[in-house]
């Protein structure tokens, strides 16, 4: 059973350009939760999604983030126009359906914006 | 807002000593605390623990949570190199599952 895959592990962007992280979250888990990873900074939740919902983006900033969870394909989160302070590491988790407070987590995406 | 403060923020011990890291928290909705080990990849779920759930033990690995206090502690006994790592402290705050975490604690085993 693999466990939560995120791609790709590194991603170099000019700023004004767009990001796109996916997800593909454990097998049988329909709950995925994003997190981002500022230097010397704890893991901040931005989104929570099921299939074809988002339950929680309260941790979103409100402008040129966007996040999806199709109902075939990963999450993806997309970042638009970058900026030098998106720079970071991205972290995706899943749960399985009644169990949301065990997240499993990916190895990250780790955005670098030039 | 949720808060989660682990200490110390660093480390360095000599192999074989026992460490014990430390969490306090404040959350609106306590449902359960996570602790988890984060290398140079995933961060690696350890354990849960919740009002029905408060001590654990995996091996060299064990936590209580002392939910009067709002803290929780992870001993780790007869340290091996194999434990250095980022130890990351996590609230589940109630609502919609979102986890607030500590900054971690950076633990460095030295031979």
């Known amino acids: 059973n693999a466990g939560v895959m995120q791609n790709p592990r590194h991603l170099v962007r000019r700023r004004g350009q767009e990001a796109r992280l996916r997800c593909s979250p454990m097998?049988?888990?329909?709950?995925v939760y994003w997190y981002r990873q500022l230097p010397e900074e704890g893991l901040k939740f931005m989104v929570y999604l099921q299939k074809e919902n988002i339950i929680d983006e309260s941790g979103m900033p409100k402008e040129r983030f966007s996040a999806e969870f199709p109902k075939e394909g990963p999450s993806i989160l997309r970042i638009q126009q970058v900026v030098r302070g998106d720079s970071a590491a991205y972290f995706c988790?899943?749960?399985?359906?009644?169990?949301?407070?065990?997240?499993?987590f990916g190895a990250g995406t780790r955005l670098s914006v030039l | 807002e949720d808060k989660v403060v682990q200490s110390p923020l660093s480390l360095v011990v000599h192999e074989g000593d026992t460490v014990t890291l430390n969490c306090s928290y404040e959350v609106t909705n306590f449902r359960s605390l996570l602790w988890y080990k984060q290398e140079k990849k995933a961060p690696t779920f350890l354990f849960m623990l919740t009002s029905s759930g408060i001590e654990k033990k995996s091996g060299r690995l064990s936590s209580i949570l002392d939910k009067k206090e709002l803290f929780s502690i992870l001993n780790i006994t007869a340290t091996q190199t194999g434990d250095s790592a980022i130890y990351l402290c996590a609230v589940d705050g109630g609502g919609s599952y979102q986890l607030t975490f500590g900054k971690g604690t950076k633990l460095s085993v030295i031979p």
């Open positions: 988790a899943s749960s399985p359906p009644g169990q949301g407070n065990i997240q499993y």
């Open positions: 097998k049988g888990h329909s709950h």
